[in-house]
């Protein structure tokens, strides 16, 4: 935000057009949700208040940050015997649990950070984590 330049709206914004849901409660609690994050979708979010009174304006300061970083597959090893790592630049949970995926369908084990496989290269593997 500069000093004396009006916010941009993203509701206006033809990058978030259908992904943004506004909820006030009786208690006057507002909640934005972006649904279908997107790596772009990293920025500072303020709510702005605009009221019929003389000054009546209000920015939400220092606003929420949000950090959205996809996961990557990092693959070491030879040939043939190779270890798939899960790797992401976000913090997580004390453990989160992984879930891998060959071929688009969901492995049941194993549920760690890495996941060892002896496969050719016809294979297409990605991992996610769980309740994310």
Known sequence: METGVEPGDIGQDPEYAGRLEYHVDKKKDCT???????????????????????GGRYIGSPGVSLSVTGLQVKVTGGHQDKTLTCSTTCTLTDKPTYIWYKNGQGLDEPTSLQYSVNSYYSDSYCCAVKGH
Do not use: G, N, V
């Not at 934005?32 to 702005?48: C, G, M, N, Q, V």
């Open 32 to 54: 934005l949700r972006i649904t279908d994050l997107r790596e772009s979708d990293s920025a500072t979010y303020r709510f702005r208040f605009i009221t019929d009174q003389t």
